[in-house]
Nanobody
């Protein structure tokens, strides 16, 4: 069983930067790929970014690529998502998810078995 807890969300202004954290209680966190998804009001949940278990491989959605960085510290059981130049359209609940994977990552919701409760990010114009 893996428990995930997102943090770092809040109300910010357009152009600001924000760091989201995903803390895990996994026994062997280094064996799990981690993904970030977001869901805006009235919209479907969408993929944002992912990172492989050892951090060697990453993936980003076109809507955010170039404005974010994903990283992980397995010793601290934490994955970070750095968002820069935030836009109002980035407003959403951000979720992190974990899935067992040796070398790769997942980009689809059904590929992840564990989810956090989400953290709200609101970007004012």
């Amino acid at each position: 069983q893996v428990q995930l807890q997102e943090s770092g969300g809040g109300l910010v202004q357009a152009g600001d930067s924000l760091r989201l954290s995903c803390a895990a209680s996994a026994r062997r966190f280094g064996s799990y790929a981690v993904g970030w998804f977001r869901q805006a009001p009235g919209k479907e949940r969408e993929f944002v970014a992912a990172i492989s278990a050892n951090g060697a491989r990453t993936a980003f959605a076109e809507s955010v690529e170039g404005r974010l960085t994903i990283s992980r510290d397995n010793a601290q059981n934490t994955v970070y998502l750095h968002l820069n130049s935030l836009k109002p359209e980035d407003t959403a609940v951000y979720y992190c998810a974990a899935g067992e994977s040796v070398y790769w990552y997942y980009t689809k919701e059904h590929e992840y078995g564990y989810w956090g409760q989400g953290t709200q990010v609101t970007v004012s114009p």
